[in-house]
């Protein structure tokens, strides 16, 4: 009898490429992992999502595919529902009727950003936008037609080596200007793919998880305190060959069409209590995405 299967979605994303990446260098010996581009299966199309798993028949599907541009969702709130409510929605009406089981990545922006302490599993949601309402109804999806047999786990601030991110974006203006102004009045979390990687690989073999999760690199500070670091740890790196000053602004300063919780801070205690996975400081994952990028080309920031 062939390994049990893991499928997963949007393999050109963050996410995707460091799954990939992390199997590589260990794998969970007892399955086989396949990720799948929006080429191989757009979960925006529902009988290309049935026909592709029906064929795979993975026991597990970890949904790293996803609408993520915040502001474009906006004027495209069709767009960003198709993928992130009707997609992860697909995929959960399959996985309830193959006996198969679902981890599905979904974001702080479900929160309005009001709570004055980390946001629990429990608390009340309230998205301020479409890409936010959107997820929101992918989760509500997953809830309805796979609950027993599905994670949501919620994150943050997500960045990595690959794609398109704040800590690159960062590394790249410094690289241009002579000075910076960053938004200090929204305080969340960075979360390193790295460490969601190592989350989800963690939970895999569990089988028994359940409901909605926060994962996020355990961090409580604003925009400004992250770009200072990523200075701080990119000039250390040698990524950078001089400080530039970084200025705090106010949200206000610098308006986008979406608007964005002042404060979305996750509480992750409950990964913490039911999984054993690697669990390394902000700074530390920061440091790891940071030596990955010196070791690349300038020419990938
Ligand atoms: N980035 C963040 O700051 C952040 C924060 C909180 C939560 N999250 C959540 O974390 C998860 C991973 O995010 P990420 O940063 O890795 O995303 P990402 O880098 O933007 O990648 C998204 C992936 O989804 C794919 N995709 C888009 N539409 C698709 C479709 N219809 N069918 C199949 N694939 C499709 C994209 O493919 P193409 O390359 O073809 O477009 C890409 O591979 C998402 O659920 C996201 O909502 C992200």
Redesign the pocket.
């Known amino acids: 009898m062939s390994s049990p299967l893991i499928v997963v979605?949007?393999?050109?994303?963050?996410?995707?490429?460091?799954l990939s990446q992390l199997w590589a260098e260990s794998p969970l010996p007892q399955y086989q992992l396949k990720v799948?581009?929006?080429?191989a299966?757009?979960?925006?199309?529902a009988e290309m999502t049935d026909a592709v798993l029906s064929e795979l028949k993975p026991s597990v599907v970890v949904?790293?595919?996803?609408?993520?541009?915040v502001d474009k969702a906006e004027s495209d709130a069709a767009g960003a529902a198709?993928?992130?409510a009707q997609?992860a929605g697909a995929i959960a009406s399959w996985v309830a009727a193959n006996q198969a089981r679902l981890i599905?990545?979904?974001?702080?922006?479900v929160f309005d950003g009001t709570s004055k302490t980390p946001y629990t599993v429990n608390q009340q949601t309230n998205p301020l936008g479409a890409?936010g309402a959107s997820?929101l109804a992918g989760e509500q999806q997953i809830q309805a037609l796979a609950n027993g047999c599905s994670a949501i786990v919620?994150?943050?601030?997500?960045?990595?080596e690959?794609?398109?991110?704040?800590v690159k974006a960062m590394l790249r203006l410094m690289g241009e200007r002579d000075q910076l102004s960053v938004v200090n009045d929204q305080v969340g979390s960075p979360?390193s793919?790295h460490g969601?990687a190592d989350l989800i690989f963690a939970m895999i073999p569990c089988q028994n998880y359940q409901g909605i999760y926060h994962w996020t690199d355990g961090a409580s500070i604003s925009w400004f305190e992250f770009a200072q670091e990523i200075q701080y740890q990119a000039l250390q790196e040698g990524l950078l060959s001089k400080a530039i000053p970084i200025s705090p602004i106010a949200t206000s300063a610098y308006p986008t069409p979406a608007r964005r919780p002042a404060y979305s801070v996750l509480d992750r205690s409950r990964v913490l209590a039911e999984f054993e996975c690697p669990v390394e400081d902000w700074k530390a994952q920061l440091r790891l995405v940071i030596r990955q990028l010196a070791g690349k080309s300038a020419a990938t920031l």
Do not use: P
Request: aromatic share 12%; glycine share 12%.
């Open positions: 979605t949007g393999a050109t994303g963050q996410l995707g490429q460091t799948l581009s929006r080429s299966l757009d979960i925006g199309k949904n790293a595919a996803a609408y993520t541009q198709l993928v992130n997609g599905h990545i979904s974001t702080d922006f890409y997820k919620r994150t943050s601030w997500l960045y990595s690959h794609g398109n991110n704040f979360s793919t969601l």
